[in-house]
């Protein structure tokens, strides 16, 4: 099988992250699901991707081996880093429950996140190619913040793929979600306390 030109997908990732398209223009539509979460640094973040209107691309899709998804995290007023989050967990979706072995992979890519699922579209038993579906879920994955993630509104960016090797990569719309982080009930008593003590030395230095 041809090797996969990760330059290229690279090119068209960052194409599709900032409204651009290569090949044809963005002819599938994915959402997030939730478009909104919160909680605390510690805790991690289910999301899904849900792909609909996958059908005529232009390319051969009944032979892609790959459907994969471009993931950003931009924190509160700052450029995208993946530093303070990890993508883990990557589940594929009954997206592929009429293909064969799906197999998922999440990895940092630069500034970003690929996460990615490969799979078989050969039946073994009708040696037939079956075609993609046009819509399901194509993965779970769980998005965990570090120690670093500062708590604030976080935006979690993420645009789909199809690539089947030999023709330019076809890209979906952009989808967005807020990731709200809030400091852990800890932070809240420390910074009370700090208070407490602060008030008290002024306290002290007016007697």
């Excluded at 994955?141 to 500062?150: G, R």
């Amino acid at each position: 099988m041809k090797s996969i030109n990760r330059r290229a997908l690279g090119a068209a990732a960052v194409a599709g992250l900032l409204g651009w398209t290569t090949g044809a223009s963005a002819a599938f539509t994915i959402s997030l699901d939730p478009s909104a979460a919160e909680g605390t640094p510690a805790a991690p973040f289910v999301f899904n991707i849900d792909v609909t209107d996958l059908s005529d691309l232009g390319i051969d899709i009944s032979d892609a081996p790959r459907l994969g998804a471009v993931i950003n995290v931009v924190p509160p007023g700052g450029p995208a880093t993946p530093g303070p989050f990890t993508v883990t967990g990557l589940a594929p979706g009954d997206y592929f429950a009429t293909l064969f072995n799906p197999v998922g992979l999440a990895q940092p890519s630069g500034g970003d996140f690929v996460v990615e699922v490969t799979y078989s579209a050969f039946d073994s038993n009708t040696l037939e190619t079956v075609p993609l579906p046009t819509s399901g879920r194509f993965a779970s994955f769980t998005l965990m913040p570090t120690s670093a993630a500062a708590p604030g509104a976080w935006t979690l960016n993420a645009t789909m793929f199809v690539d089947n090797e030999f023709e330019p990569v076809v890209l979906s719309n952009t989808v967005s979600a807020s990731v709200v982080l809030v400091p852990e009930p800890e932070t809240y008593a420390l910074f009370a306390a700090g208070l407490v003590a602060v008030a008290a030395g002024a306290r002290r230095r007016r007697h």
